[in-house]
């Protein structure tokens, strides 16, 4: 039946807009069922659960029988954005709170480039950047690495809409220096973005830059960091006009009551936050070296994950050889990048699980 009534229509006008039905969705890290089976090393979640205030908070916010979810949240997440705006040092006039970051690059992409116009990235780095181009139907460009990780053939002057910055890098993990940033904001003529999903495990971060440079926005995700991918929540922090401008089209109550509760508490509880990245780094430091020395080559990384290639540079071999052994780690569909894996640092005892594995795998 389905099929005459297809037939019935044939040479109908698509419904579709033609930049829809031409462009491959965006495929995310798999996430198996069983996930309590696996070492799970492949979309740089983290290790430790959020802190414990984090669940009082949820459990505060939902009471006995749930009567507050009976009403709307804070449409501009006011109370949130006053916590994190004490955090990083803005006025709340300065930041806005997503449904995970991946809604404000959206929404920065749907702000400044029109049909046909140019949004830039750097390749390799965060293909999303490109899906929400084209949903947009502006035109991709981007841009290649150097050997000592510059932006190869950047223009003098850009005049691009927006310039995705993803520092530090994923999946490579190294971190542009801010003297570089710096540069690039004045080449730039349209808004760089630095997406900062990882700097809370990097030496260094662009919050100054954004309040000496007009066209500088940065992007953060409490998915990695703050161990808190299950509830969506990130943000952008750049001056009002841009902030304003992405206020009128998020949707209103883009954030639920529980996540902007949760959100406060783990703000606020910035000891524990401290200690948790702390791990993380100590133990990617660990792996780096013990990596090294069975014969890998590691990029140096200011992230929560290495990218790694074993001495043959067959990135597919190791990734088969660990996901038998109920490890899953990244393997990059890239050509470019299939002589290695992105692997996120877990526990220290899931990463001494996945080198005795490398080891053997050899
Ligand atoms: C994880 C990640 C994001 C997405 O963060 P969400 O807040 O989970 O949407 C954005 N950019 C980069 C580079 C990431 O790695």
Redesign the pocket.
């Known amino acids: 039946m389905a099929g005459q009534y297809r037939s019935d229509r044939r040479n109908r006008v698509s419904y579709l807009r033609p930049a829809i039905t031409a462009m491959n969705g965006y495929v995310p890290g798999f996430q198996p069922d069983d996930v309590a089976s696996w070492i799970k090393l492949n979309t740089?979640e983290n290790p430790y659960p959020p802190s414990p205030k984090v669940v009082e908070a949820i459990q505060t916010e939902i009471g006995s029988n749930g009567a507050s979810l009976r009403t709307y949240p804070s449409a501009s997440s006011q109370r949130l954005r006053e916590a994190a705006g004490r955090l990083y040092g803005f006025d709340p006039s300065w930041m806005i709170m997503?449904n995970?970051?991946?809604?404000v690059?959206n929404n920065l992409i749907r702000a400044c480039a029109g049909e046909g116009e140019d949004v830039g990235y750097v390749h390799p780095?965060?293909s999303?950047y490109s899906t929400l181009a084209e949903i947009q139907g502006a035109a991709v460009r981007t841009y290649g690495l150097t050997d000592s990780f510059k932006i190869e053939a950047f223009p003098e002057h850009y005049n691009g809409r927006v310039f995705f910055l993803?520092s530090p890098n994923?999946p490579l993990g190294f971190a542009f220096p801010l003297d570089y940033i710096e540069e690039l904001a004045k080449d730039c003529g349209g808004l760089l973005v630095i997406?900062e999903?990882?700097a809370d495990f990097a030496d260094c971060n662009a919050l100054a830059l954004v309040k000496k440079y007009e066209n500088i926005v940065v992007?953060r995700?409490?998915?990695?960091s703050y161990a808190l991918?299950g509830m969506?929540?990130?943000l952008a922090i750049a001056r009002p006009e841009i902030i304003a401008a992405l206020d009128k089209i998020r949707d209103h109550y883009n954030l639920d009551r529980l996540a902007q509760a949760a959100c406060v508490a783990a703000l606020q509880d910035q000891p524990y936050f401290r200690e948790s990245c702390r791990r993380i780094i100590e133990t990617r430091e660990w792996f780096t070296r013990e990596l090294t020395a069975i014969g890998y080559s590691v990029i140096p990384s200011q992230a929560n994950f290495v990218f790694a290639s074993p001495p043959d540079r067959n990135g597919r071999r190791v990734y088969d050889g660990l996901f038998a052994r109920k490890i899953l780690v990244r393997l990059l569909s890239d050509p470019l990048l299939a002589h290695g894996l992105r692997i996120s640092i877990g526990t220290r005892e899931e990463m001494e699980a996945t080198l005795a594995a490398m080891a053997e795998i050899g």
């Not at 995700?221 to 990695?224: A, N, P, V």
């Open positions: 740089n997503a995970g970051s991946d809604e690059l780095s965060y999303y993803t994923s997406d999903a990882y992007t995700t409490f998915s990695k991918a969506r929540l990130g």
